[in-house]
């Protein structure tokens, strides 16, 4: 059998990595990675040594990327390459953000090679338990130019069939029949009613967090907390963050301990409230410094307000706190997500 896993984050490819370590070990395991986030040498040898194949493509980072001009040029070239890559047919493809065209084109390319390819959603963060931020921005706001998106995606570029959706969100293709996820019993509606869900197990992720990362010499002491800073526009209301954080700062400091801030991978702004705080490395996925600080785990606090990196550090075994309640934002979802998980809520 052969699969291929269509990525764009360092999310992503812990999943493909331990699903190809786990069920799938017995295959070939292929990889198309959109570059979503600043991808290191380090990381790439590893995916190359890990895949039977590995094609890297330009994503949504660095910001410039995201510009229409920068898009219409390496959305053609992406899709330039995909056709030279993809000569083989796939009994099965994993895939996420299937707005973007080029990988419309890439589920495309390989449904003319195998009409029998089996199309698979792979879990893209917290968004299958709750939205974390807006859905539709930009042309997607109005239905009129949903309408025009559908007559260029469809018929101008040519993708047909591929373009129609059960739902306009991520996910919503209509060739995805089944959804590999981490916590299936959580998952949200539109997803819950229309997707086959298939458990991705425990051991599988700490599989692919292991083929991904190696142990490293942190400097960081016991009793310290480590914040977890979602992407700084998916906040709703900016300054009540800010002001959460600063209240942070204040506890840590009364209490003698240290605040290490790990950003999101594609962050290119950062906020003054943040001064006074170590900024690791943003090229260091969170899952690298769970595994890095599990020895320490019970001395470590992980605190954030919505990031998917709770989930996972909460599922690596840490002592897990949100800072969601005092941020402004209202999600009865997110709530109930992070309580089943056994998360602490400050406010």
Aim: net charge positive; hydrophobic share 35%; with cysteine.
């Amino acid at each position: 059998m052969r699969n291929l896993f269509v990525c764009h984050t360092q999310a992503h490819l812990i999943l493909a990595c331990g699903l190809s370590k786990g069920r799938f070990r017995n295959d070939e395991n292929h990889l198309v990675l959109f570059k979503d986030f600043n991808l290191n040498e380090e990381l790439r040898g590893k995916l190359e040594a890990f895949f039977n194949t590995t094609l890297f493509l330009t994503g949504g980072f660095p910001t410039s990327n995201k510009t229409f001009k920068a898009r219409l040029k390496w959305h053609r070239e992406d899709n330039r390459l995909l056709k030279q890559h993809i000569q083989q047919s796939y009994n099965r493809v994993f895939a996420v953000c299937d707005w973007t065209p080029p990988v419309q084109y890439c589920l495309k390319r390989c449904r003319d090679l195998n009409k029998n390819t089996q199309f698979i959603w792979l879990e893209d963060g917290i968004l299958s338990y709750f939205p974390n931020a807006e859905l539709h921005k930009g042309s997607d706001k109005y239905k009129f130019t949903m309408y025009l998106r559908k007559i260029l995606f469809k018929y101008l570029m040519g993708m047909g069939s591929i373009y129609d959706r059960d739902f306009d969100e991520m996910g919503g293709l209509k060739i995805f029949r089944q959804m590999y996820t981490l916590y299936p019993e959580a998952v949200r509606e539109p997803y819950r009613s229309s997707r086959e869900l298939v458990k991705i197990e425990d051991e599988e992720y700490l599989a692919g967090v292991q083929t991904l990362y190696d142990s490293r010499q942190l400097e960081i002491p016991a009793g310290s907390i480590l914040l977890l800073v979602d992407k700084l526009d998916t906040y709703l209301y900016p300054d009540m963050v800010k002001t959460s954080i600063a209240r942070l700062k204040d506890i840590a400091k009364s209490e003698g301990k240290k605040i290490f801030c790990k950003f999101h991978p594609r962050e290119d702004m950062e906020w003054s409230v943040f001064e006074g705080c170590t900024i690791l490395e943003r090229t260091i996925g969170a899952e690298s410094l769970y595994l890095s600080l599990i020895p320490q785990r019970g001395n470590i606090s992980i605190v954030g307000i919505k990031s998917a990196g709770l989930m996972s550090a909460k599922k690596m075994g840490f002592d897990v706190t949100t800072l969601f309640s005092q941020c402004g934002e209202s999600n009865p979802d997110l709530v109930k997500f992070f309580t089943n998980l056994g998360c602490k809520f400050i406010g």
